[in-house]
């Protein structure tokens, strides 16, 4: 029995086609190496950086466009919380209620909620405007008085810009207010107290008239026609000091104008939140009680610039009737009360009639002969009683060199 042969197990020799094995299938691939990579293609060179950024421009700044536009649709529709600062006024309903502590309530900080575009829109508005959110209220009909509020969210609230109440939340503090109907009356007007001045503690006065009988008082119902109404009003005090320091004419009445500055503070229903005086002010006059005339004699005193000039000068004193040479002596009147005028009759020493004498004449002057001289009175001791001249009182001087 004949067997074939096996193949043989090596590699076949001879050239290919030669009638021997046939090629191996592997040595149809081609070696991999970096000479024969790209073997008959072109090679595109390396881009820089900028390249690269700047290649497909159009498309590129397409697509940042559309994300700027996507974010500011999507942005202004975000929700956000914030705040802001209104002021507040509560608004009555009839024009005879007031509030307390006026209408105004100052300012209150409100938060916000919604869109961003809304919030900031209704911030920029808010700050724009110079009028107050208001509150309108109403009062129960009969009634004389009530509380408002409280108030609490913004949806209280009339604002003066569009759009707010669907963004206003609730007020960061509540508000609330009392109000009371306000009545128009007449009040007796009282002279005002005249306090007395310490430094003038012989100086009297009378009452203090006034121009006045009455003044209009609008205020609360409560005030003024209570079980204890109010019926009259007095002016503030009246202060003389600065009046009585200039030496003022006894027959010349004093001159005011007063307030009611004192009466207010003295009830909380009567500040100028709830109630109105007209007018403002009144005026009238505050006469001094008449003091007593009388003529009263005493030395006269001269008074001259200096003791070189009285031993160098003789000066002569002339009057009508009312001074005496020879004793030196001056009779004029006095007004003061009573018991000063007696007083300085019997203490003559401590008080005296005065003149200033004039300025003797300068070489190649003419002489000082007949000069009228103001008298004024003269007291050894501080401070003055309380009395004067009571008229204008001059005499006629003349100097006279001596030994000439």
Request: hydrophobic fraction near 40%; proline fraction near 11%.
């Amino acid at each position: 029995m004949n067997d074939a042969a096996p193949p043989p197990s090596g590699p076949p020799s001879g050239p290919p086609g030669g009638g021997g094995a046939p090629p191996s299938p592997y040595e149809a691939i081609r070696p991999l190496s970096r000479a024969n990579d790209h073997q008959g293609e072109r090679v595109a060179p390396r881009q820089g950086f900028f390249a690269r950024m700047v290649s497909n421009a159009p498309l590129k700044l397409l697509a940042v466009l559309i994300a700027v536009l996507l974010w500011g649709a999507v942005r202004g529709r975000i929700l956000v919380e914030d705040a802001s600062i209104v002021r507040v006024q509560f608004v009555a309903p009839e024009r005879t209620i007031r509030i307390e502590d006026g209408p105004d309530r100052g300012a209150v900080e409100v938060g916000l909620k919604g869109s961003r575009a809304e919030v900031e829109r209704l911030q920029v508005d808010l700050d724009a405007t110079t009028e107050p959110a208001r509150f309108l209220f109403s009062v129960p009909a009969g009634a004389t008085s009530g509380r408002v509020g409280p108030v609490s969210k913004g949806a209280q609230l009339q604002f003066p810009v569009p759009g707010a109440t669907t963004v206003v939340r609730d007020l960061k503090k509540e508000l609330e207010a009392t109000w009371h109907r306000v009545v128009e009356v007449k009040l007796k007007l009282l002279p005002p107290d005249v306090p007395a001045v310490p430094d003038y503690p012989n100086i009297e006065f009378e009452a203090a008239q006034m121009e006045d009988a009455e003044v209009t008082v609008v205020g609360p119902v409560s005030l003024l026609t209570g079980e204890r109404p109010v019926t009259t009003i007095r002016p503030d005090p009246v202060d003389l000091r600065a009046w009585l320091a200039t030496d003022p004419d006894p027959y010349t009445p004093y001159q005011f104008e007063a307030r009611f500055e004192a009466w207010r503070k003295g009830g909380r229903l009567r500040g100028t939140d709830l109630l109105e005086i007209r007018p403002e002010k009144v005026k009238g006059k505050i006469p001094l009680k008449p003091r007593r005339t009388e003529t009263v004699t005493n030395f006269v005193r001269e008074l001259w610039e200096s003791a070189d000039l009285m031993r160098e000068w003789e000066l002569t004193i002339r009057a009508s009737t009312s001074f005496d040479p020879a004793a030196r002596q001056l009779k004029a009147e006095l007004r003061g009360d009573p018991k000063v005028l007696e007083q300085l009759k019997k203490t003559t020493r401590d008080w005296a009639y005065a003149i200033a004498v004039p300025a003797p004449p300068k070489p190649g002057e003419p002489p000082k002969e007949n000069e009228v001289a103001e008298v004024f009175l003269w007291f050894r001791a501080s401070p003055a009683p309380a009395v004067r001249l009571a008229n204008l009182t001059t005499v006629f001087v003349s100097l006279k060199k001596r030994g000439g």
